[in-house]
Nanobody, 128 residues
Framework: QVQLVESGGGLVQAGGSLRISCAAS????????MGWFRQAPGKEREFVAA????????YYADSVKGRFTISRDNAKNTVYLQMSSLKPEDTAAYYC?????????????????????WGQGTQVTVSS
């Protein structure tokens, strides 16, 4: 069992930066690939970024590539999402998710069905 708690969301102006975090419980964090998803009001939840369990592989949605960076610190059981050049369309609730994997690959990292555990979300609002 893994519990995920996101933090760091808030209100930021367009063009600004924000880093959100996701802290995981348990001693097997390094056995999980991690992903970030987001859901804007009235829209489906969508993939944002993913990172393999050792952090050697990262994947991004085209809409955030070059602006967002996912990273993890296995010693701290935490995954981060550094967001820069934020746009109003980045406004959403951001969720982290954990996917147990036997190797340093992720598989369908973009699919919600790939992930076993989810956090409760943190709100990011970008004002224009």
């Amino acid at each position: 069992q893994v519990q995920l708690v996101e933090s760091g969301g808030g209100l930021v102006q367009a063009g600004g930066s924000l880093r959100i975090s996701c802290a995981a419980s348990g001693r097997t964090f390094s056995s999980y690939a991690m992903g970030w998803f987001r859901q804007a009001p009235g829209k489906e939840r969508e993939f944002v970024a993913a990172i393999s369990r050792r952090g050697t592989l990262t994947y991004y949605a085209d809409s955030v590539k070059g602006r967002f960076t996912i990273s993890r610190d296995n010693a701290k059981n935490t995954v981060y999402l550094q967001m820069s050049s934020l746009k109003p369309e980045d406004t959403a609730a951001y969720y982290c998710a954990a996917d147990w994997v036997p190797s340093d690959n992720i598989g369908k990292y973009y699919s919600e069905e790939e992930y076993d555990y989810w956090g409760q979300g943190t709100q990011v609002t970008v004002s224009s």
